[in-house]
Structure formats: C-alpha cells, structure tokens
T-cell receptor, first 113, second 115 residues
Framework: QQQVKQSPQSLIVQKGGISIINCAYE??????FPWYQQFPGKGPALLIAIRPDVSEKKEGRFTISFNKSAKQFSLHIMDSQPGDSATYFCAASTLSGFQKLVFGTGTRLLVSP | AAGVIQSPRHLIKEKRETATLKCYPIPRHDTVYWYQQGPGQDPQFLIS???????DKGSIPDRFSAQQFSDYHSELNMSSLELGDSALYFCASSSGRNDISYEQYFGPGTRLTVT
C-alpha cells in the first residue's frame, strides 16, 4: 500500500511553462514533506521541503503548496527549463526521532525546448 | 561542500554470493539511512542508524545486515544474493545535532547487479 500517492506519473511541459506535481498522504503523523529531484543513475537531491505549520514555501523557481486539511501537497516549478527534466519524488516523514522517508512513486518530467 | 560517499559505485555478483556496500556520511552527520531503489521504482527504506545504534528498520531481508562504526561510516552486508536484489542502493545521512536534523542528503548510490 502506497502511503504517499503521487501524480502524474509523467509530465511534458514547454520551456518557460509551469510544472505541477501533486502528492497526497493518509498518515496524519507525517509532519515533514520534502521533494527530491533525481537524474538517471544519480542519487536523489533534496530540492525543497515544508512542514505543516505553513501553507506555502518558495525557493527560487520552486514552490511547495501544502493543504493540511486535504492532506495534499504539490510542487510548482516556474519557468521550467530543459535542465529541469528529471524524476521528481515527493516524500513524507515524521520528525519525532530519526524517521525514514516514505516516497511517492515519482513523476518523470520532460521540459521540451 | 562534502557529500555522502558510497563505494563501490558498481558491483556485479553472482547468485548466492555476498556483497558489502560502504557509506561515508557527510562530516558531522551522525545518522545514516539505507534505501533500495529498483528500476523505475521509488526508494524503499531498509534500515537506519543513529550514533552507531539501529534507529529504525524497514523492509530489509534477513539476509541483509548493517552496522554503523565509530567514525559514523556504515556498511550494508548482503548474503545469499538473489536476482531480485539487483537495484540501486542509496545511503543518506543527516545530522542530529541541530535544528535541521531531518534533512536527508543522499549519496550517488551503488548499482548492484546479481547474475
């Protein structure tokens, strides 16, 4: 059973467009939600993360929107560039103790030139 | 900035052989996590260590064991390898000594192929 559901599975966006990836979770104990970017054959790289006490966090072209009541969060990539083409994983964890990350199934993003 | 180091980067083993994967965390990081990622899959948590003690355990087969040493590096030992163990194995590290203890930084991974 996938604890974190991610959609879409793949996404094609024109250069300069906005990429939007959505995630939903069930476990209300989760209180830390990072996004990772992964290129083929490489390790996941931490992009941006949010805690449920805020509804939005922005870092450069990347924004996380968080809806605690709906148990959903999303990643927005503004002005998408071909170099953003990668697989993106949302994840969730609890901050009590040193807890494992539970990942979504991933979204393969292709930004066309 | 120093990152997580994993060795070897690639490993080819035959069925029923053993393998040892090594992870060197970011300096001053005291927590290590191991994840397994199959082709086209999301990373799955295996096991973690904090201050050389096992802190959490996921879907790690009994054939696998791991430990963290006094210098905080960790080793994942895999025995009686099966074809299904072929995957990317990632190590991640985090620091428990400040407010940003929950950020996990991943290494480049070890690609294990079992033939």
């Amino acid at each position: 059973q996938q604890q974190v559901k991610q959609s879409p599975q793949s996404l094609i966006v024109q250069k300069g467009g906005i990429s939007i990836i959505n995630c939903a979770y069930e476990n209300t104990a989760f209180d830390y939600f990072p996004w990772y970017q992964q290129f083929p054959g490489k390790g996941p790289a931490l992009l941006i993360a949010i805690r449920p006490d805020v509804s939005e966090k922005k870092e450069g072209r990347f924004t996380i929107s968080f809806n605690k009541s709906a148990k959903q969060f999303s990643l927005h990539i503004m002005d998408s560039q071909p170099g953003d083409s990668a697989t993106y994983f949302c994840a969730a964890s609890t901050l009590s103790g040193f807890q494992k990350l539970v990942f979504g199934t991933g979204t393969r993003l292709l930004v066309s030139p | 900035a120093a990152g997580v180091i994993q060795s070897p980067r690639h490993l080819i083993k035959e069925k029923r052989e053993t393998a040892t994967l090594k992870c060197y965390p970011i300096p001053r990081h005291d927590t290590v996590y191991w994840y397994q990622q199959g082709p086209g899959q999301d990373p799955q948590f295996l096991i973690s260590f904090y201050e050389k003690m096992q802190s959490d355990k996921g879907s790690i087969p009994d054939r696998f064991s791991a430990q963290q040493f006094s210098d905080y590096h960790s080793e994942l030992n895999m025995s009686s390898l099966e074809l299904g163990d072929s995957a990317l194995y990632f190590c991640a590290s985090s620091s428990g000594r400040n407010d940003i203890s929950y950020e996990q930084y991943f290494g480049p991974g070890t690609r294990l192929t079992v033939t």
